[in-house]
């Protein structure tokens, strides 16, 4: 059995929800302009990815597995909603953006940014790698 990653942060993991309805309460608060995002990457997320648990913690929403910690997070601005890959460092073509620590991430303000075929192998490669426990 490997090691047990170190946790990058100080700061408590979330605490996954019962269901699916807070995440779906917390994408109707989002900006009108950024809701079909929210929405693509949500739908994106939870069909590429079985067995998801979700959680709510500081206005951003996390997907995560239970033998890999929280792997994604999403969070929503007033003018992108940025795709956070805990283990982004570890894929085969890492996203772009961030380049401390393990995570990295995408910067979308299109909808046709979100649907990006990049986008959807990040999340792909994100059920493969240890996230956030």
């Avoid at 309805?21 to 950024?34: E, G, S």
């Avoid at 995560?64 to 994604?72: A, N, Q, Y």
Wanted: proline share 8%; charged share 25%; with cysteine.
């Amino acid at each position: 059995m490997g090691k047990m990653r170190q946790a990058t942060t100080t700061q408590k993991p979330p605490v996954a929800l019962e269901s699916h309805a807070d995440i779906d309460d917390w994408m109707q608060r989002v900006m009108p302009n950024l809701q079909p995002i929210v929405q693509h990457f949500d739908a994106l997320i939870r069909e590429t990815i079985p067995d998801l648990q979700y959680a709510i913690k500081w206005k951003k929403v996390y997907y995560g597995l239970p033998e890999r910690g929280w792997i994604i997070e999403m969070v929503a601005y007033d003018v992108s909603v940025n795709l956070v890959f805990h283990g982004g460092a570890e894929f085969e073509s890492p996203p772009p953006l961030g380049d401390t620590g393990r995570s990295r991430y995408v910067k979308v303000t299109t909808l046709d940014g979100a649907r990006a075929s990049e986008v959807r192998e990040c999340v792909r490669q994100a059920a493969r790698v240890p996230g956030w426990q």
